[in-house]
């Protein structure tokens, strides 16, 4: 089913948008008014081969900048793009089109069939007996928070001010689709984080890793506080990833790190700390 918006006023917006993009005319040199309002229209179907993939593609004539979003996260600002779905269910993509007339919307509906085919690219994820020799042990500086496998599951504890993280490094193809989940549970903490970063930035032992916060629990922003349990990639409520389901993909092919820090500032990770299991990183097949 298709439904579509039309932007109903030549915004000033969007006469400042053309004029930069026409940067070389002046008004005096030409006379040429806007055009019609445009009506939007693009056409979203399943790749031949990968029902999990949706191509998309601006059928709206004289369309000059584009963007599609959807409910999963993704955005793109290419004419044509591929959009990857790993779960199976149904899935609005929006798009919207400039032309030298105004904007406009259209909106369509995808259903996904079944879940994506995909393998898990992160080692130790299981917190099994021995994932630890996977993990390399971070010092951020100062007190360290305590880190440690224990009974099948990954433990961060401390007993006020104090910051650490653990980190793997894989290695990712730029254009497929990639998606993070951890299962994460805890009492409540107080004045605390826990922070994935997904970023290509290399750890440095006595030095705090910043860069790509890509979700986190963070008692500020609202999430931690409280007892939880349940995939970080969905109760997280800070980060790049936020809403996402974490899913993402990458402009380059190469080495990236997955780090995951945790600590507090005036608080604890709270009574059992915070833990952490059942870590994957899946790739596309």
């Known amino acids: 089913m298709n439904f579509h918006y039309i932007s109903n006023t030549r915004t000033i917006a969007m006469a400042a948008l053309l004029a930069g993009a026409v940067s070389a005319c002046t008004p005096e040199s030409s006379d040429k008014g806007l055009g019609p309002l445009p009506t939007a229209s693009f056409t979203a179907e399943p790749l031949a081969g990968n029902a999990n993939k949706i191509v998309v593609a601006n059928t709206t004539p004289g369309g000059f900048l ?14 044509r793009d591929t959009l990857s779905y790993f779960q199976k269910g149904e899935y609005t993509i929006q798009f919207t089109v400039f032309t030298n007339g105004g904007f406009a919307k259209a909106v369509k509906k995808v259903t996904i ?28 500086g100062g007190t360290q928070t305590a880190i440690k496998i224990e009974n099948g599951a990954m433990h961060f504890d401390n007993t006020g001010d104090s910051n650490g993280a653990i980190y793997q490094k894989v290695s990712v ?111 596309e097949i």
């Open 66 to 79: 584009f963007e599609y979003s959807d409910d999963n996260g993704h955005k793109s600002t290419r004419e």
């Open 173 to 283: 193809v730029a254009g497929k689709s990639y998606i993070f989940s951890a299962m994460v549970s805890g009492n409540g903490a107080s004045n605390s984080w826990f922070e994935i970063y997904i970023d290509t930035a290399v750890p440095k032992q006595g030095s705090d890793y910043s860069g790509n916060k890509y979700i986190s629990l963070n008692t500020w922003s609202g999430c931690g506080a409280v007892k939880f349990a349940g995939d970080l990639a969905t109760i997280g409520c800070d980060g790049t990833g936020k809403n996402k389901n974490g899913v993402m993909s990458f402009t380059k092919t190469g080495d990236i790190y997955i780090v995951v820090k945790a600590g507090s500032a005036g608080g604890t990770l709270g009574t059992g700390g915070v833990v952490f299991d059942d870590v994957k990183f899946l790739e």
């Open 113 to 140: 069939a079944q879940n994506a085919q995909t393998r898990d690219i992160l080692k130790g994820g299981d917190m099994a007996t021995g994932s630890e020799q996977f993990w390399t042990v971070l010092n951020t």
